[in-house]
């Protein structure tokens, strides 16, 4: 900036109030700015102006994967609410992997940022990485909680749960449930919610279960059903699946073996509903019923609150705890 001042003719004063602030200039000015930037091909360090300022305009996020497009859209939508607050976002990815979650978390910790938002990986992260990066700076976990004091920003298991389990007794046989792995508090929040349910409306709960941690939901989902529909054992028709990806496994397995998958009990063999409306749940064969996770509003609300946060007022502001309410959205799968 010294050197562009210099070769410019304008004050440096003038330089910097310009960039951060185009607008704070007289329009003469900003027009002598813009066309020396052009003849000189200046670009600026935003890296450098950011570290400069008192307030960064910068914003960590880190999740599992960006090939999960529910995690996609997740920073898409933060990205772009980001933006309109006027900041830029730097995204990171753990690839489902302790390593390189700590390793994302310790890059954040390098940088000068105004906050983080992540969506952990919950039984494998790293805690102690975690609570530093709380201490050093605003922090928002989004999807899943882990146990730490930090704000917490997900879905309300309990009420989309019960919402399907509703659904899937009002309309025909009762379902079973197959579980996450465990990969985080979502599983263990979603088998408890599932058992409830099925306890107040009177109807026995079966859980199958799965022991794998891995993020391969489909994979494992496949598996498991190919497993109890060879067999022939499958302890009843309508499969209720805690997540939408662990249902598309389900359904892979169904189509192999031949069975019907409708919502209409006369015109198929089995019922299936998944969890979170995964942006291809809509595209399954047959299209997955679903409850909505409101994905938005967890991206607003995340920006939101480390928006209204400074170095200064973080350590006396109380932690958020938001957990938001899905709708069901009823397709041909069950």
């Not at 954040?108 to 938002?117: C, D, E, H, T, W």
């Not at 700076?137 to 019960?162: K, T």
């Not at 309309?171 to 985080?184: H, Y």
Request: net charge neutral; glycine share 6%.
């Amino acid at each position: 900036m010294e050197e562009f001042s210099a070769v410019s003719g304008i004050s440096r004063p003038t330089v910097s109030r310009y960039f951060n602030d185009p607008e704070s200039v007289r329009p003469a000015t900003r027009e002598r700015i813009e066309n020396a930037l052009s003849a000189l091909r200046y670009r600026p360090n935003l890296f450098a102006v950011n570290f400069n300022r008192k307030n960064p305009k910068t914003l960590a996020m880190i999740v599992p994967s960006l090939t999960d497009p529910f995690y996609a859209g997740l920073v898409e939508r933060v990205e772009m609410r980001a933006l309109q607050e006027g900041y830029w976002t730097i995204v990171l990815t753990s690839h489902g992997e302790r390593s390189m979650e700590a390793r994302a978390i310790q890059t954040i910790l390098s940088l000068r940022v105004a906050g983080a938002v992540v969506a952990p990986l919950g039984i494998s992260s790293e805690l102690k990485l975690l609570r530093e990066l709380n201490r050093s700076l605003p922090l928002v976990l989004l999807d899943s909680r882990v146990d730490m004091e930090a704000s917490f920003i997900g879905n309300d298991n309990l009420q989309s749960i019960g919402l399907m389990v509703d659904y899937l007794n009002r309309t025909g046989e009762p379902p079973c449930f197959f579980e996450m792995p465990n990969v985080n508090q979502n599983a263990a929040e979603r088998r408890q919610a599932y058992i409830e349910a099925m306890e107040r409306l009177g109807s026995e709960p079966i859980v199958i279960p799965t022991e794998s941690d891995s993020w391969a939901f489909e994979a494992i989902g496949f598996d498991q059903a190919n497993g109890y529909f060879s067999a022939e054992v499958l302890p009843r028709r309508t499969i209720l699946c805690a997540t939408d990806r662990t249902a598309f496994g389900v359904l892979a397995a169904a189509s192999q073996r031949g069975l019907r998958v409708s919502r209409v009990a006369a015109a198929g063999d089995i019922r299936v509903a998944g969890h979170d409306d995964h942006p291809l749940s809509r595209f399954a064969c047959p299209s997955l019923t679903t409850v909505a996770q409101n994905s938005e509003e967890m991206a607003n609300l995340a920006v939101d609150l480390l928006a209204s946060k400074d170095g200064n007022a973080r350590a006396k502001s109380p932690r958020d705890l938001r957990r938001l309410e899905a709708r069901l959205v009823m397709r041909d799968s069950a």
